[in-house]
C-alpha cells in the first residue's frame, strides 16, 4: 500500500517552498502589482533599515491595437522576468474596486489574473490591499490623486524622477505592505 501512495511513507514534497520561509521580514523582497491590460505597473522594493530600497519600478505597456490576448501574454512573461531577476519573497496587488461598466471590470479581472497565474507560479505568497487603504498608508487621504502617490512615493524612496503613475502605484503597495508587516496590524492584509 505505501509503495501505491508514494513509496516511503513520507509526505511529498511542495512544488513551490513558500517564499516567506527563504527571508526574514527585515530582508523582503517585495513585488507590488498594479494589474491593468495597457499599463500594468510594478514596483519591486528590499525591505532594510533606515529606509526601503528601491530594486526595479516600471510599466509594462501594451499599444492599443494589440488583441487581449497578446497583452496578456505580455504581462505574464514580463512578471516572471522580473521575478527571475529579482527574486522577490512576497507580492502585494491591488484589491479589485467597484467599476460602474462591465467591459471594463471583464478587462481588469484577465489582467489580474494573467499577473496572478505568473507570480503564484514562481511560489510567492500574494497578498492583495484596497486601493484606499494604501492611499491613505502613503499619503495620509485615502482619495487622494495619483500625483500625490508618485510623489510622496519617489520622497519616501528617494527616487531622482517621479515614477510613472502605474509604477508609482506598484511601489505604493509594496511599501504599505512593507510598513504592515513592520508594525502590528488590526486589519492584516488579506492573503490571496
Known sequence: MKER??????????????????ASPERQIILGV???L???????????????????H????????????RCLVRISQTLRDI?????????IVEGLF???????????GEARGAALAAVAEAGLEIYEMAPRKVK?????YGAAQKLAVAKM?????????????DAADALALALTHAQENSRYSLTPAKRI
Not at 467597484?98 to 481588469?108: D, I, K, P, R, Y
Not at 491613505?136 to 495620509?140: D, E, N, P
Not at 512615493?153 to 503613475?165: C, D, N, T, W, Y
Request: proline residues 12%.
Open 38 to 56: 495597457r499599463g500594468t505597473g510594478y514596483g519591486i522594493i528590499r525591505t532594510a533599515k533606515p529606509h526601503p530600497q528601491t530594486l526595479a
Open 83 to 91: 521575478i527571475r531577476q529579482h527574486h522577490p519573497t512576497v507580492c
Open 5 to 22: 501512495l508514494g513509496g516511503s511513507g513520507r509526505a511529498p514534497k511542495p512544488v513551490f517552498e513558500p517564499a516567506a520561509r527563504r
Open 98 to 108: 467597484f467599476a460602474q461598466n462591465l467591459q471594463t471590470a471583464l478587462t481588469m
Open 153 to 165: 512615493v519617489q520622497r519616501m524612496l528617494g527616487l531622482p524622477e517621479l515614477p510613472a503613475p
Open 34 to 36: 498594479d494589474p491593468s
Open 136 to 140: 491613505q498608508a502613503i499619503v495620509g
Open 58 to 69: 516600471g510599466t509594462i505597456t501594451c499599444p492599443a491595437a494589440w488583441e487581449h490576448s
